[in-house]
């Protein structure tokens, strides 16, 4: 564990850290004329991105269907159907029929190239994937003219460029690189300006103040924090900053805090140590005190954990 000192000021990178999220591009849709696709609800994170013209998307539970332009990533959390339409008329009626491929391998729908988009996937394993799910809204919009999404323009054009026919050497290396900071691009967009109403509690990173607690939990998770210090080093009252972060995080501060290290420790565990070991790691100087906190927080206790870990090993090694 790091110490005091190295504090990390960055709980975003070591949330994808610990997530090991791999961005996996699906390929690219072109659309023309009259069209509309309702998506399917794949229960992951799925990313589009503009890339030429314009179009429609709708998503279960707004109140009107709002427009995709060029430079624009949408992030989805699988909550929720996805809707895309050449007019808000047509999304009532919009095909659910698998979209076919040209020979160039490109989606396509309707006719023409009025409209191009970039989709892919973030894959998390199944171990952190709720962990994800909940810390992000339904859907989260980046509009392409905002000053944030500057960094997301560059991006985009690489891909573009990469996606035509013609592969260069490095390609999918260059691709899967390219398609993963896309999302971080858009993850940063996003906490700039992030509205307190929205669900999910990743928001809580992008306030400054919060910012400040959480980089303290990351940075020395394993020290024994109080509200009293989180709210010092936030620089708030200690009712204010409860409050605040409640709001913010679904939780209060101290629950994060035992949450945060539950999912240090399954890391810990993953990488083979023993659960006396992921204990002290993460700050817990009683077993007993850490087996009770891992079965609260994971529904499971941390040997039963390791056993589920070692039975998907064998299964995938039958696979293989």
């Known amino acids: 564990m790091r110490h005091r000192s190295n504090l990390s000021a960055d709980p975003l990178s070591d949330l994808l850290d610990v997530l090991q999220a791999r961005c996996e591009l699906s390929g690219q849709l072109i659309a023309g004329g009259a069209w509309a ?34 430079g624009d990533v949408l992030i989805t959390n ?24 040209d020979d160039e391998g490109h989606y396509r729908l309707g006719e023409g190239d009025d409209f191009a988009m970039l989709g892919g996937l973030t894959q998390v394993d199944t171990d952190w994937q709720a962990l994800l799910l909940n810390g992000l809204p339904p859907f989260i919009h980046i509009v392409g003219a905002m000053q944030e999404a500057s960094p997301i323009a560059l991006l985009l054009a690489q891909l573009v460029a990469e996606m ?39 928001k809580g990173f ?25 709210a010092k080093e936030a620089g708030m009252s200690r009712t204010s900053f409860a409050v605040r972060f409640r709001d913010m995080m679904g939780v209060p501060p101290l629950a994060y805090l035992t949450q945060w290290r539950m999912q240090l420790a399954r890391r810990e565990i993953r990488a083979g140590v023993s659960v006396a070991q992921a204990a002290a790691r993460v700050g817990y100087a009683s077993e007993s005190a850490f087996r009770s906190a891992f079965k609260r927080v994971t529904d499971m206790a941390p040997g039963e954990y390791r056993q589920t870990l070692g039975r998907k090993v064998a299964e995938l090694s039958k696979i293989s």
């Open 78 to 101: 699988g909550t929720r159907t996805l809707t895309l339409a050449s007019a808000p008329a047509l999304i009532a009626s919009a095909s659910t029929t698998p979209i076919a491929q």
């Open 164 to 202: 035509r026919p013609g592969s260069r050497p490095g390609r999918s290396v260059v691709v899967a690189g390219l398609a993963q900071l896309l999302f971080v691009q858009t993850l940063r967009a996003y906490l700039a300006h992030a509205p307190q109403r929205d669900e999910g509690w990743l």
């Open 206 to 230: 992008g306030d400054h103040r919060l910012a400040v607690a959480l980089g303290c939990i990351h940075g020395d998770p394993a020290r024994n924090w109080n509200l009293d210090e989180l």
């Open 37 to 70: 696709h309702r998506f399917d609800n794949l229960d992951a994170i799925k990313f589009n991105a503009a890339t030429a013209g314009a179009c429609w998307y709708f998503i279960d539970g707004m109140s009107e269907p709002a427009p995709f332009e060029t």
